[in-house]
């Protein structure tokens, strides 16, 4: 409309008074397009700076919860190595039976009659209560597990492997030095030399001792 007015090169008065009136509101115009531009640049601005910092903010959180999951990770693992088990007056020996069934700790092996393994679990606060499995294994001088699976040998897994154990006991724990005791009848692998004994649960070496045969 302006620019019609403006090409007529024979204006009145009212109808230049028209184009400026026109010319005025243009510019009104113009000048509330530009405060909204500013206003929505703004706006912009603040919310690229309200989703920079809620960014940061999940940032700072996940590594708050990063941190937290590996305080407890680490809370758990220290309540786990205290709530393992421990045998106490380990005592791993070669016995003879007498012809009055009395038995007596020997270190020839032609006098082997059997070995026994005595221990007791000594108390623990923080262990769970219940039934356990702990599972023996005798090192013989040749260092290869005595075992047979018609004794009751047989496989268990410890710290993410399979091994062979010589025997195993489930006991219940109920934290009241539980005395625990294993024989092993002898047998032809039984040789002259120096045994190791391990005593294994719940993933722990509870207990270990030492025996020879000549």
Do not use: H, M
């Not at 115009?29 to 531009?37: F, G, L, P, T, V």
């Amino acid at each position: 409309q302006i620019k019609s007015l403006l090409q007529n090169r024979n204006l009145s008065k009212s109808e230049l008074d028209q184009a400026r009136k026109e010319l005025a509101s243009l510019k009104g115009y113009i000048s509330r397009y530009k405060a909204e531009i500013d206003s929505l640049s703004n706006l912009n601005q603040f919310l690229r700076d309200e989703n920079y910092a809620v960014k940061k903010e999940i940032e700072q959180e996940k590594e708050r919860s990063e941190f937290l999951t590996k305080e407890n990770e680490g809370y758990a693992e220290q309540v786990r190595i205290a709530s393992q088990l421990k045998a106490t007056n380990l005592v791993a020996e070669a016995l003879k039976v007498k012809w009055n069934d009395k038995e007596k700790s020997t270190s020839r092996l032609a006098s082997v009659d059997k070995i026994s393994i005595n221990f007791t679990l000594d108390k623990n606060e923080v262990a769970t209560k219940g039934k356990k499995t702990i599972y023996l294994k005798i090192i013989t001088p040749a260092k290869a597990t005595l075992s047979d699976e018609g004794k009751g040998s047989g496989t268990f897994t410890f710290k993410g492997e399979k091994s062979l154990y010589t025997t195993k006991k489930e006991i219940d724990f109920s934290n009241s030095n539980e005395k625990v005791n294993y024989t092993w009848d002898k047998s032809p692998a039984l040789s002259a030399g120096d045994y190791e004994v391990y005593l294994f649960c719940e993933d722990f070496i509870i207990g270990k001792s030492k025996f020879s045969l000549r």
